[in-house]
């Protein structure tokens, strides 16, 4: 099953649903008050009790509506960097614990919604991610249960401001809207393994990075083990897993983003997410 995050125009309302071939159920008009969006229905219910509607008719076309970030306020987005070993070589990394950095939620935005790129940088860099959104509360949780906390996945476009990233990760990566998060939530009873994906990122359909999830330095597994001992995790808390190699920053020369550029995210199983920069 995938779930999305939309915004209807024409009644100026937002919902979350299922997504059909043709365009999404709406959920919060089935459910109620109670569960106005994805986050707020992770925290209060299960999502074995969406299997009664995962045939129902579709509400709204795609074009009726506007796809959000999967969730649009997360409590906590934990990201990885370095997490492929092709990024590590590029960056010349060699520390064995996961590297770890946040993003704040006014970062975020839907699938074929802009993708901001600040006036200030000439060096607007690209990172496609999966990210993992987690379903229940998760506490010291170890690596060998953690993938029972995970509601689904996502594709994200980690976007990186690389001329004000220096050590700090943080500050290269929460300019408004640079994070493309979506273009849904593929549940995680579809994914099966989170090991074994194949992950691509395309600049004007140019195919930038490659690479498969197997080949993450820590799995989704020990990073929810990582955090999840000194941060408890909520519904709705999502983590950034890590981008392959083929950064622009590290091309011969250069490769960055501009207004007008197109950069995907293609996850298997999950689907491609599309922004252009604004």
Known sequence: MQLCSFYLPDQ??????????????????RLGGHCPDLKTFLQNSSLADLAAFQDSATDYPFSAIQLLPVIENPGKIFCVGMNYGDKRKEFDQTSDAPTLFIR???????????????????EFDYEGEMAVIIGKAAHRVAAADALEYVAGYSCFMD??????????????KNWPETGGFGPWMTTADAIGDPQQLEIRTFLNQREVQHDNTRNMVHSVAAIIEYVSAFSPLAPGDV?????????????????????GDVVEVEIEKIGRLRNVIG
């Open 12 to 29: 100026q309302r937002k919902s979350f649903g299922i997504v059909q071939s043709t365009g999404v159920t709406d959920l919060s008009q």
């Open 104 to 122: 704040f939620a006014d970062s975020l935005t839907g699938h074929e919604s802009a993708l901001k790129k600040p006036v200030t940088t000439q």
């Open 159 to 172: 976007a990186t401001v690389r001329d004000m990233q220096f050590t700090w990760f943080t500050a290269g």
């Open 239 to 259: 983590i950034i897993t890590g981008s392959p190699g083929g950064v622009g920053k590290k091309r011969l020369p250069p490769l960055f983003m501009f207004p």
